[in-house]
């Protein structure tokens, strides 16, 4: 593949006979086959992200109504693209490069059947352009589909065709991944795999089942839609969607968890300091977490209450245990590595004295951090079966995926895509200060943007998807008017997050165009962590932990107080249900 | 050197867990499974819960048992003043059916939510307090009965909070929550 489509001389690292090379900053062998394409899949990522994030600008002018930008009609239109491009194809296109790194870039295989990789992608990219012209070109009867296509409104067929052929493309593009964990099984039959693997695994599998899932939902929907079928039911539509609209989600959690692991070791001296519990973590994702759906029926007529409480709580909260365990295990990894490295020094030595500049590392933090309070916490709480009714459906559901998604994994991705430009396109950072700043920029900008969603649908009722209903309701003289004040801090900072995204767009591809060549080891040398070899013969488990026991305390007692008020609120409220 | 890109030791399930690694799993168990008890319990003990009966319906069928209520009810200001106990509303493209209404505080109301055409939100909140607000799913061919009662007299808006077409922002509704009728 480098030979016939070196672009831009993006594809032409240099190989031994056998297509391998040692990456510096890892030690991993890479091949040719599973480095290409991880790079292919990773452009096609960052360009999805420049367009999404574009709709990103217009959606948020328009919602802060002060600004107003887009006429209804256009908003539903730009903030379906919006959606699709950052939720989905952002991010899928990513995560299947993630499975080519997690599969035969950290066991040192080539990538087997680059002929599915190849159509995977091409199913991919066409469903994904589909999608966009389909929308963006839709005329009436037809409505825009926003991320839900929730039936029986009706969308463009070219829409729902495209959907299917995004999702067929994504199965095939991870037959590669599934044939080299078999390969690596039969060669190595009692060999377990990598922590980093076995993560990738978890998240392909999850990843199926939501992908199955969207498939029998679309292909149903789609042959509603151009008359071969009757029959139609709302709810029905919803359950099974559900499997994929949240199931993609957990997909992107899995991952980026997967990517925690593997950029906190790499920049950070990150170690694992249980394989036995970090693993149960991921094997609680596997059972429990796409039972997550289910949050999304949670004020739904049309399933039972006990039906609604299994599901929503993933059988006791065994996927948000399984969270809670990596909230403590990666920050301890670091902290316990760092303290090996003897860069320890007091309760928060290992963390002050972390590569705060590498924006790889910054990324990665901010990333756990932000997706831990923000998106993690309320995805929880909201995921109560009576604490929904205060927020289904308004903005501060926004607010809930925006903490999971644009800061948790959009950051952590960010961080990766600079990890990946660095070490596999072999380029330097173009304006490296701006490149270390971008981190802070985006995790703070985007912070204070989910917050202000957070508050205004839960204290003004704001409802989501709606292109005006603060300064005013067409025909009535109620408004939620009360609520601008709120919009007058987020508008200003929905400009500045974006700013931030643009920063990382700017520094990426300056950086693959214009950027100076990695040409030797020494290049890269300040992405592997300092220190020394430490006192090396101490097993990880028996460093101090206090740092990272202290942090996870003050995350458990936000938690505990966020659940208290929700609940006080919703109990202030007039009875309703059985 | 315990690396998350190499395969572990063979023996890499029976390493010892660290002291404080173990507590947070005792932490963050147990306050997962006393949310799973609180919520398990408020649907018995608690007064909001988004439970009710639910019963297949035809659009057709439910503007039959919407005329039927209509005409059984009563009016004041041009609002509807339900005969008994039974509101009805339906939500479609781009008005709520069934509002205005006029309701008291204490009486324990069952409220009838269906849609004529697409799914809808019905997201009510009293005008005098914005934050006490709720929401619920209205789906075509399903009739959610809902039972609620208001415990504070003023103006209750419902707008709909799920995308159902270029109109949408524009569907509002009045529920008039008085202190007796």
Not at chain 1, 103 to 124: C, D, F, N, S
Not at chain 1, 133 to 150: G, H, I, K, Q, R
Not at chain 2, 98 to 124: K, W
Request: aromatic content about 14%; some cysteine; proline content about 4%.
């Amino acid at each position: 593949m480098s030979a016939n489509l070196d672009v831009l001389g993006l594809f032409d690292n240099d190989y031994d006979d056998d297509g391998f090379r040692t990456c510096s900053v890892t030690g991993l062998s890479i091949h040719r086959s599973a480095e290409n394409y991880v790079k292919l899949f990773g452009l096609t990522a960052v360009v999805a992200l420049l367009v999404g994030g574009i709709f990103a600008f217009t959606v948020a002018m328009t919602r802060w109504e002060f600004i107003g930008l887009l006429s209804p009609n256009d908003f539903y239109v730009h903030l379906t693209l919006h959606a699709w491009n950052l939720l989905i194809f952002w991010m899928v296109f990513l995560e299947i490069a993630i499975l080519y790194v997690g599969g035969p870039i950290v066991l040192g295989r080539r990538l087997p059947i680059t002929w599915a990789a190849a159509a995977g992608y091409l199913m991919m990219l066409v469903g994904a352009l589909a999608i966009n012209f389909s929308v963006f070109f839709l005329s009436p009867p037809d409505t825009a589909p926003l991320l839900t296509a929730y039936a029986p409104l009706q969308s463009p067929p070219a829409f729902y065709a495209g959907v299917i052929l995004f999702i067929v493309g994504a199965v095939v593009a991870a037959l590669p991944f599934f044939l080299t964990l078999w390969q690596e099984r039969r060669e190595f039959p009692n060999r377990s795999l990598p922590l980093v693997a076995f993560g990738a695994f978890v998240t392909s599998i999850i990843a199926v089942e939501a992908l199955v899932g969207g498939l029998i939902t679309f292909v149903v929907t789609f042959l509603w839609r151009v008359d071969l079928i009757q029959w139609m039911d709302a709810a029905w539509y919803r359950q099974m969607y559900w499997t994929i609209g949240h199931g993609t989600q957990q997909i992107n959690l899995a991952a980026m968890v997967t990517v925690w692991y593997f950029l906190t070791h790499v920049v950070g001296g990150a170690e694992v300091v249980s394989e036995k519990v970090s693993r149960s973590a991921f094997i609680l994702y596997l059972f429990f977490i796409n039972l997550g759906a289910a949050h999304h029926l949670l004020s739904d007529p049309a399933v039972s209450s006990g039906w609604r409480i299994w599901n929503a709580s993933y059988a006791f909260y065994g996927a948000a245990f399984a969270s809670m365990i990596h909230a403590f295990a990666i920050p301890a990894g670091l902290e316990a590595g760092r303290r090996k490295l003897g860069r320890g020094g007091g309760t928060f030595g290992w963390l002050t004295n972390a590569p705060w500049s590498n924006p790889v590392f910054s990324a990665t933090i901010f990333s756990i951090i932000l997706f831990g309070f923000l998106g993690g916490v309320t995805g929880v709480i909201m995921g109560q079966l009576q604490v929904n009714m205060t927020w289904h459906n308004t903005f501060a559901t926004v607010g809930h995926f925006h903490g999971t998604v644009a800061v948790g994994t959009t950051l952590a991705f960010m961080g990766l895509v600079f990890f990946v430009v660095r070490t596999m396109f072999q380029r330097r950072l173009s304006f490296p200060r701006l490149a270390s700043f971008q981190p802070y920029f985006y995790a703070g900008s985007m912070g204070i943007v989910v917050l202000m969603m957070m508050y205004l649908g839960i204290l003004y009722g704001l409802p989501r998807r709606t292109a005006e209903v603060v300064r005013n309701i067409p025909g009535t003289d109620f408004s939620l008017v009360a609520a601008s004040p709120l919009f007058m801090i987020l508008g200003p900072f929905a400009i500045l997050a974006i700013l931030a995204g643009t920063v990382f767009l700017v520094v990426a591809v300056a950086s693959l165009l214009v950027g100076d060549r990695v040409t030797g080891p020494e290049d890269n040398a300040d992405l592997v962590p300092d220190g020394g070899e430490g006192d090396g013969g101490k097993p990880v488990h028996a460093y101090e932990m206090r740092g990272t026991f202290l942090i996870c305390l003050v995350f458990l007692a936000v938690f505990v107080v966020s659940y208290v008020l929700n609940w006080y609120l919703l109990t202030e409220l007039w009875s309703v249900g059985l | 050197m315990s690396s998350p890109l190499e395969s572990p030791d063979d023996d890499w399930w029976g390493q010892s867990i660290n002291r404080r690694e173990s507590i947070w799993l005792g932490l963050a168990g147990a306050w997962s499974v006393l949310i799973f008890g609180w919520m398990s319990a408020f649907t018995r003990v608690g007064d909001q819960n988004p439970i009710g009966e639910t019963i297949r319906v035809t659009a057709s069928e439910y503007q039959e048992k919407m005329q039927s209520y209509k005409d059984a009810a009563g009016d004041r200001d041009g609002a509807l003043v339900p005969d008994g106990t039974e509101v009805f509303i339906a939500a479609f493209r781009f008005n709520w059916d069934g509002t205005p209404v006029v309701l008291e505080t204490g009486t324990e109301y069952d409220f009838h939510l269906s849609s004529y055409d697409v799914q809808h939100g019905f997201s009510i909140r009293p005008e005098h307090a914005l934050s006490k607000q709720m929401n619920f799913q209205v789906l075509p061919g399903y009739e959610w009965v809902l039972p609620m009662t208001f415990d504070e007299p003023g103006t209750y808006h419902v707008i709909c909070n799920e995308y159902c077409g270029n109109g949408h922002r524009t569907m509002h509704g009045t529920i008039e929550v008085v202190e007796s009728l």
